[in-house]
């Protein structure tokens, strides 16, 4: 006999499952806990099945029996419900992987693995702002060159002319894995390599030689500048190392009797994959920067492992953007440029130009800054020849910059390197 609303819902759970028909296969499953669900129970090819057709009242009595008889008619045409069913939900489920978005992320979950933290949220946050508000939920088959193309003019058109530029080599990733995998049939993102705008490229604000007297004073004069930033600076000035490989510099890395400071590779510039295999890179200490590590140790954070600890938040190390703000207070950044514009990464091309030009050896130099050696057996020797090169260039360097800041009359390295 059919049932009604009335019915249903006057239904009491009892200590076991109650089965309620309503008839053609059409069933009411009441659970103890008082859970309702639809079944249909039917045959095919000589096997008895059920099909699962939603919780009351989520589906009502109406629309159970629209579903039952949606199945019916299936049946008649030879087809099984349950493995039609399975089907709409497989392909809902690859309409839902295929959004660009959603093969965004697959790609950013496969790449982080082999970036640094921090580049993957940079990534992660260039789509995030720019794609995906336009882009994200479309399926990335039907998004068109064109379209692509508009939305990464938008990008141009604000100035951010090497955004665009990257953001279309991270699409035309994303588009090769949704090629590969079979939800895109062409990566419009490879034929736009040539539509943006190129890029002029700007080396980084540093400080020429004739500017470096003026730099040095006013680092050494401004009262408004932690005697913590101001030794930061001059450690990188003189051993001419990143700045995030400096601000992460643990007491554990450096070793003052033998003069040396170990960077290990977990906080070198390297990508992920890289680092387990990779090498140390061994700095040679003149003994201006063995000072600047000992008088450090005098005001040593007890607990921090840090030899720049940041004082605002307990076990990290000082932000590598301490220095910029250092920089604005003495006129060479930020909104107070009266003096010039100086970055930290410039402090590098500053002590390759000088030294170059005076000669000393480019290789001992490309060693020094850490740059990547294509040939592993050359970087092998460079990493044992170099090394008494390296400590004297460096002690020459140490000793130029601490002559410069007491305003000696030394317009050329090449008087102290002879």
């Given at each position: 006999m059919a049932l009604t609303k009335l019915e249903i819902d006057r239904i009491e759970p009892g200590e076991k499952q109650i089965k309620v028909t309503d008839g053609q296969g059409l069933y009411l499953l009441v659970m103890p806990n008082g859970a309702k669900y639809w079944r249909l129970k039917y045959r095919f090819a000589g096997k008895e099945k059920v099909l699962a057709l939603g919780v009351y009242p989520d589906v009502s009595l109406k629309d159970a029996r629209v579903k039952r008889d949606d199945a019916r008619r299936l049946l008649a045409d030879g087809q099984d419900p349950g493995e039609q069913k399975k089907k709409v939900e497989r392909e809902r489920l690859i309409e839902a992987a295929s959004t660009f978005k959603a093969i965004a992320d697959e790609w950013l979950k496969k790449m982080s693995a082999e970036w640094a933290p921090r580049h993957a949220n940079a990534v992660r946050r260039s789509l995030e702002m720019h794609l995906f508000p336009s882009l994200g939920s479309r399926p990335i088959n039907d998004i068109s060159a064109m379209e692509l193309l508009m939305v990464l003019q938008e990008v141009e058109q604000a100035g951010s002319h090497d955004t665009a530029r990257r953001l279309r080599e991270r699409c035309n990733a994303i588009w090769r894995r949704a090629v590969k995998t079979g939800r895109a049939a062409a990566n419009p993102a490879a034929d736009l390599?040539?539509?943006?705008?190129?890029?002029?490229?700007?080396?980084?604000?540093?400080?020429?030689?004739?500017?470096?007297?003026?730099?040095?004073?006013?680092?050494?004069?401004?009262?408004?500048?932690?005697?913590?930033?101001?030794?930061?600076?001059?450690?990188?000035?003189?051993?001419?190392?990143?700045?995030?490989?400096?601000?992460?510099?643990?007491?554990?890395?450096?070793?003052?009797?033998?003069?040396?400071?170990?960077?290990?590779?977990?906080?070198?510039?390297?990508?992920?994959?890289?680092?387990?295999?990779?090498?140390?890179?061994?700095?040679?200490?003149?003994?201006?920067?063995?000072?600047?590590?000992?008088?450090?140790?005098?005001?040593?954070?007890?607990?921090?492992?840090?030899?720049?600890?940041?004082?605002?938040?307990?076990?990290?190390?000082?932000?590598?953007?301490?220095?910029?703000?250092?920089?604005?207070?003495?006129?060479?950044?930020?909104?107070?440029?009266?003096?010039?514009?100086?970055?930290?990464?410039?402090?590098?091309?500053?002590?390759?130009?000088?030294?170059?030009?005076?000669?000393?050896?480019?290789?001992?130099?490309?060693?020094?800054?850490s740059h990547k050696e294509p040939n592993k057996v050359r970087a092998a020797y460079n990493r044992a020849q170099y090394m008494d090169e390296r400590r004297a260039m460096l002690q020459c360097w140490a000793d130029y910059l601490e002559k410069v800041e007491q305003g000696e009359d030394t317009a050329l390295l090449a008087a102290v390197h002879a």
């Open positions: 390599v040539d539509e943006l705008i190129k890029p002029v490229s700007k080396p980084q604000p540093s400080l020429t030689q004739d500017e470096l007297p003026a730099f040095l004073g006013a680092l050494a004069t401004n009262e408004h500048i932690t005697l913590q930033t101001k030794y930061l600076v001059k450690l990188v000035m003189i051993c001419f190392t990143r700045i995030g490989e400096t601000v992460r510099a643990t007491w554990a890395d450096f070793d003052l009797e033998a003069g040396l400071w170990t960077i290990p590779p977990e906080t070198r510039k390297l990508k992920r994959a890289l680092k387990a295999a990779a090498a140390p890179h061994v700095v040679p200490l003149p003994s201006q920067a063995i000072e600047i590590i000992k008088q450090l140790q005098m005001h040593r954070v007890e607990g921090s492992e840090y030899v720049f600890p940041s004082f605002r938040y307990r076990h990290r190390h000082m932000s590598e953007a301490t220095p910029l703000k250092a920089f604005e207070r003495m006129g060479y950044g930020g909104n107070n440029t009266e003096n010039g514009r100086v970055v930290t990464h410039g402090f590098r091309a500053t002590a390759s130009t000088i030294l170059n030009e005076a000669g000393f050896n480019p290789d001992a130099i490309e060693r020094q800054l």
